[in-house]
């Protein structure tokens, strides 16, 4: 039990690892289009949709994808850390329990 615990966290690790990497090129792919067209937003554009549409996309309607892609991956990533922290704290935890 104590080896396939270790080996889960071990995983759960390495795929948040790969999720940081994967994402990182992505958001850096579209984050380099809106640095040189000097297109400015804040993070609470990224999670207040209402605040995005009212400043942000009515300033630059013609980085609309650009921009959109880049809260989207931005929000993925966010949860999908978010998730696989609180997995690895889990098994931390019933790691600390049966050891």
């Given at each position: 039990?104590?080896?396939?615990?270790?080996?889960?966290?071990?995983?759960?690790?390495?795929?948040?690892?790969?999720?940081?990497?994967?994402?990182?090129?992505?958001?850096?792919?579209?984050?380099?289009?809106l640095v040189r067209n000097k297109v400015q937003f804040g993070a609470a554009h990224i999670?207040?949709?209402?605040?995005?549409?009212?400043?942000?996309?009515?300033?630059?309607?013609?980085?609309?994808n650009e921009i959109e892609t880049f809260i989207r991956h931005m929000r993925y990533s966010?949860?999908?850390?978010?998730?696989?922290?609180?997995?690895?704290?889990?098994?931390?935890?019933?790691?600390?329990?049966?050891?």
């Open positions: 039990m104590y080896i396939l615990l270790i080996s889960i966290i071990i995983g759960l690790f390495i795929a948040m690892l790969f999720v940081n990497l994967y994402f990182r090129a992505k958001v850096l792919k579209v984050y380099g289009v999670f207040n949709r209402q605040k995005l549409e009212a400043e942000v996309l009515t300033q630059y309607p013609q980085f609309k966010i949860q999908m850390a978010s998730v696989l922290i609180g997995l690895i704290t889990a098994f931390g935890a019933v790691l600390m329990y049966f050891r």
